[in-house]
């Protein structure tokens, strides 16, 4: 007979186990998880499938961290409400506090709160291709890890860029189509 404080009757539910999200920046001398080089966050709104979200999926590998709605940014926030174009300039506040970028459908911008999200020093990125499978092709058009990787590979980071893209197959691509913009 089963105790109704054993956890185990009828209306028992499983514990809920919170697990850390994998790391794949493991140090090459060690076999212990570091940080990456570069702080990324981003705020989500919750419009993208998540089996196809850039932004989830950085999240998961423990490249960039989330922000709340109303939560403002240090950094360099990559935003297409931005007034200035980002530039080799702001190395230094991308090295010192990181990127931001906007989790959100491109479908769906008119419902972004943008009074509450942002910061100091929004920055809008230049003439860019998606690589991506839901907008290849498309100019201005980029996700969440390629506006990042533009970003990190703008202030002169390519290395920062190359790891956050190592996880997304058009990553390569989306350097190779927009290197002669990147590159200046």
């Not at 493991?26 to 993208?48: M, Q």
């Not at 931001?100 to 003439?127: D, F, H, M, N, Q």
């Amino acid at each position: 007979m089963r105790h109704k404080k054993d956890g185990l009757g009828k209306n028992h539910k499983k514990p809920r186990h919170h697990h850390p999200p994998p790391q794949n920046n493991k140090d090459e001398n060690s076999n212990t998880v570091s940080k990456p080089p570069f702080k990324a966050a981003c705020w989500d709104l919750g419009h993208c499938d998540p089996k196809r979200c850039s932004g989830k999926r950085l999240m998961h590998f423990g490249l960039m961290r989330e922000l709340s709605i109303g939560q403002k940014f240090s950094g360099v926030v990559i935003s297409s409400n931005a007034k200035s174009l980002l530039s080799p300039t702001d190395k230094q506040l991308i090295e010192q506090y990181g990127a931001a970028v906007v989790e959100c459908s491109w479908a769906r911008t008119s419902e972004v709160p943008w009074s509450k999200i942002g910061g100091k020093c929004e920055r809008l990125l230049p003439y860019l291709i998606a690589a991506n499978p839901t907008n290849y092709g498309r100019p201005w058009r980029l996700n969440c890890v390629e506006a990042l990787a533009a970003a990190f590979y703008i202030c002169g980071h390519e290395d920062w860029a190359e790891a956050v893209l190592t996880h997304f197959n058009y990553g390569q691509p989306f350097l190779e189509i927009n290197a002669a913009v990147l590159k200046r």
